[in-house]
């Protein structure tokens, strides 16, 4: 399993914390995430001056408050599409998008979709615990089927949406999974993130401790959770299992969970995030407990040009061909009338 390795290089931890108080629930997994991201953003040479966070609305949504930077606390759903303005207008500043899961798949869902098939340099937290918290317990997005909540209280029908799948199918560069418990993979999956040209996006499995406390049992009991889970590590096949004997393969053209004492190493998926082509890579994102065990890592990392590099390219050239405008003359361009 990767982890992250840590080389401080001026500012500390401390450096990126407010005077605010967090006002997260105990135990809540937004927590962990927040340390973990201000860990890194210090070992990575960040600084407050060059880093913005952006959030919608929802519990994560507080996150612009607790960070030592720049940040915008916008509306619902609309954060990716404030982030890519603010990229666009400052491409130099290392943006960061912090939204829920309701926040970015609910009435964001066309932001989140654009803002991937564009590959805006932006970093995108998604915080998923499969409810609406903030607004006190209705089925998200994400919500299992049969989900019971005080809105679905015969059980949810709809199907949910898999976030890695959604981003995947709409060809993002980057995309990764980690969870709120595992801190040093979290913090090796932020690093990963750090270093990621285009749209980097990060989903994050967490418990909501008051209205949807089980939602990952399956990967947090430390008993068994290694049986239910797997680590996604470039160039290595596909293992997992407390003891390391299970792993997957392709058979009949389906992935399928086989023993290793029964089969040959050759047979096994060996993990390529750099592969161009997006199949594989969606692929496991549609592996999901109890039938196989949920991926963890990162499932894509592929270069393409950047939507405000190829914007500032544009600009370039025309300002070359066109020379420099006025304002002015733009707003009298074409055709104009006066009302008296």
């Known amino acids: 399993m990767n982890t992250a390795t840590f080389d ?36 990575s040479g960040a600084t407050q001056h060059d880093t913005v966070f952006v959030s919608g609305i929802g519990c994560s949504s507080r996150f612009p408050y607790y960070m030592n930077t720049y940040g915008f606390h916008g509306i619902h759903g609309r954060a990716p599409a404030i982030a890519t303005g603010i990229k666009c207008a400052n491409p130099k500043l290392d943006v960061w998008v912090v939204t829920g899961d309701g926040d970015a798949l609910s009435i964001g869902g066309n932001h989140f979709l654009h803002t991937v098939r564009r590959n805006v340099g932006l970093k995108i937290i998604l915080f998923n615990n499969r409810i609406y918290g903030l607004t006190k317990g209705q089925y998200s997005p994400t919500s299992e089927f049969g989900t019971r909540t005080k809105s679905s209280p015969y059980g949810a029908i709809d199907h949910p949406i898999h976030p890695i799948s959604v981003a995947i199918g709409a060809e993002i560069t980057f995309a990764a999974r980690a969870i709120d418990t595992d801190v040093h993979h979290l913090q090796y999956v932020l690093q990963r993130m750090i270093q990621h040209k285009g749209t980097a996006f990060l989903e994050v499995y967490q418990n909501c401790q008051v209205y949807n406390p089980n939602a990952y049992a399956f990967a947090t009991d ?25 792993g997957i393969r392709v058979r009949n053209d389906a992935l399928e969970v086989v023993d290793l004492a029964k089969v040959s190493p050759a047979e096994l998926v060996v993990h390529d995030e750099k592969a161009e082509n997006s199949s594989m890579a969606f692929r496991l994102a549609q592996m999901h407990y109890p039938e196989f065990p949920e991926p963890l890592g990162v499932f894509r990392a592929i270069e393409k040009p950047t939507y405000e590099e190829l914007m500032m390219g544009q600009l370039e050239a025309g300002g070359q061909k066109e020379g420099a405008g006025r304002l002015e003359q733009l707003f009298m361009a074409g055709d104009t009338w006066k009302v008296d």
Do not use: M, N
Request: some cysteine; aromatic content about 6%.
């Open 8 to 43: 401080p290089v001026g500012l500390s931890a401390k450096d990126f914390k407010t005077d605010q108080q967090v006002k997260w629930c105990p135990g809540c997994g937004d927590h962990s995430i927040l340390v973990q991201l201000q860990k890194v953003l210090a070992s």
């Open 222 to 246: 430390r008993e068994t959770r290694l049986d239910h889970v797997v680590y996604l590590e470039h160039g290595k096949p596909l293992i997992f299992g407390i003891r390391k004997d299970k």
